[in-house]
């Protein structure tokens, strides 16, 4: 009895510890409870830091899937935005094509641009008709900004087309403002020029240049360009004069061509 009366004590001291730490407020009392919650806090933060870096380390994996994800979704969806406004400007180019098709007298095969050649790339291309289709060499090329140039070369499926500042292109044209005529050809240099200006030609920068009724290929009133540099002549010989085409070699990418 005597021997089991020392461990009951302690546990009676142990039971009544934490309800005297509770309800009597002492500074060593005081002290040592907040040692215990110390303690205790410190012993939760230890426990607990592992897991809080696990669960953000779940987390972020997570995250950074969603993430990929949502990238891939967003790429396709650029991917489709740019191949609709692609379509829309396709569309507007086809609708002037169409336009000028029916205000031509005239018969036309629509082609689309292919190739080019990449050592004259901005002289010649090739369209996607030839004799197949109908179309020869010698036939005018033309696009809804204006003269394009003429069919060199015809196979089955294929055409090449010299373009307007090539040297091999010529076309009878008219200033729009002083309605006098002359010959419009292109240029080892690649600008295109005016010959046969009478010598008192009035031509200024600035003035636009059309096909004339003279031109055997192309119809009247077709755009060619406009003056960019005059060179006056000397006594007894003509004016000299620059035209910048209206179409833009670079650009081409759909074109009419008459029959």
Known sequence: ???????????????????????????????LK????????????????????????????????????????????KARLVALEEAGVASKRYSRLLDIRKNLNAVTEAALVVARD???????????????????????VINATGVVGKIAEAAKDVSKVILINDSGFSVAVVNQRSRESS?????????CRLYYLPEDADIRV???????????????????????????GEQGTP????????????????VLVIK
């Open 1 to 31: 009895m005597l021997r089991k009366l020392p461990k009951q004590l302690i546990y009676v001291f142990l039971a009544i510890i934490p309800f005297w730490l509770l309800f009597f407020n002492s500074p060593f009392g005081h002290n």
């Open 34 to 77: 907040m040692g215990f919650m110390s303690f205790g806090t410190a012993s939760v933060s230890l426990v607990r830091m592992p897991v809080d870096e696990l669960g953000r380390a779940f987390s972020y994996r997570k995250t950074y899937n969603e993430y990929q994800k949502m990238k891939r979704e967003i790429g396709g969806l």
């Open 118 to 140: 990449p050592s004259n790339w901005n002289s010649s291309l090739m369209i996607n008709k030839g004799r197949g289709d109908g179309l020869a060499v010698g036939m005018a």
């Open 183 to 191: 010959l419009l050809s292109g240029s080892l240099s690649g600008d």
């Open 206 to 232: 600035g003035d636009e240049v059309v096909t004339s009724a003279l031109s055997s290929v192309f119809p009247e009133g077709l755009r060619v360009g406009v003056v960019s540099e005059v060179y006056p």
């Open 239 to 254: 004016p000299r004069a620059v035209v910048e085409p209206a179409v833009e070699p670079s650009k081409i990418e759909e």
